[in-house]
């Protein structure tokens, strides 16, 4: 089993930057895919974004250049570095990983492993 642990989350202005960071425990998989989704008040969890082994990254298009993961296999530990927040990246965060070193996907049935979520709400 492996524990995810977000940390990060909170309230900010609009146009604001936050890191949220993701530590892994237990049996951690230095090559198995992690990602960072989220979930809006009546909306479906989405990917926005994903990392595989040796730094390959997959991004939701809409986010790109706004949104970043990176990964510190020596801490376990995966991070998000969001800038240029908007009201609509209000969400609860969520960091997952794959049990496997299999490709990175979108969809959250691929992850076996999920943190409690991290709230981020951007203020207007």
């Known amino acids: 089993q492996v524990q995810l642990v977000e940390s990060g989350g909170g309230l900010v202005q609009d146009g604001d930057s936050l890191r949220l960071s993701c530590t892994a425990s237990?049996?951690?998989?230095?090559?198995?895919?992690m990602a960072w989704f989220r979930q809006a008040p009546g909306k479906e969890r989405e990917l926005v974004t994903a990392i595989g082994w040796r730094g390959a990254t997959y991004s939701k298009d809409s986010l790109k250049g706004r949104f970043a993961i990176s990964r510190d296999n020596a801490k376990n530990t995966v991070y998000l570095e969001m800038d240029n927040l908007t009201p609509e990246d209000t969400a609860v965060y969520y960091c997952a990983a794959k049990s496997r070193v299999v490709s990175m996907t979108a969809a959250p049935e691929d992850y076996d492993y999920w943190g409690q979520g991290t709230q981020v709400t951007v203020s207007s």
């Open positions: 237990g049996r951690t998989c230095t090559g198995c895919p």
